[in-house]
């Protein structure tokens, strides 16, 4: 079972930039399809960012696209979610989820798809 780890939120002003990084331990991440999700109080958990098991397809909720950018190193063992023009609304806890095993260009939403989460980090905006 993979150990996954968020690190890099805090507090930033409105208009700035963070770099989130979610680590893993335990297994290889090669060949998982990778995601970022965030959740405020009292809200779902959204999705904000998928990767699949390469690097070579990717893909962002609405809300987070053209500002937001996922990566991954799998010789880290570890995946990024590059926060630019940050505004309050992003204010909230960050998680990584992992679906194992996942060869193709495939790219997944839905809580449901991800085997293995993170305890997240939280990203306070402020304006």
């Known amino acids: 079972q993979v150990q996954l780890v968020e690190s890099g939120g805090g507090l930033v002003q409105a208009g700035r930039s963070l770099i989130l990084s979610c680590a893993a331990s335990?297994?290889?991440?090669?060949?998982?399809?990778m995601g970022w999700f965030r959740q405020a109080p009292g809200k779902e958990r959204e999705f904000v960012a998928g990767?699949?098991?390469?690097?070579?397809?990717?893909n962002y909720g609405d809300s987070v696209k053209g500002r937001f950018t996922i990566s991954r190193d799998n010789a880290k063992n570890t995946v990024y979610l590059q926060m630019n023009s940050l505004k309050p609304e992003d204010t909230t806890v960050y998680y990584c989820?992992?679906?194992?095993?996942?060869?193709?260009?495939?790219?997944?939403?839905?809580?449901?798809?991800?085997?293995?989460w993170g305890q997240g980090t939280q990203v306070t905006v402020s304006s």
């Open positions: 989820a992992a679906r194992p095993n996942e060869y193709t260009t495939g790219i997944w939403y839905l809580l449901n798809d991800y085997t293995d």
């Open positions: 335990g297994r290889t991440l090669n060949g998982d399809a």
């Open positions: 990767i699949n098991w390469n690097g070579g397809s990717t």
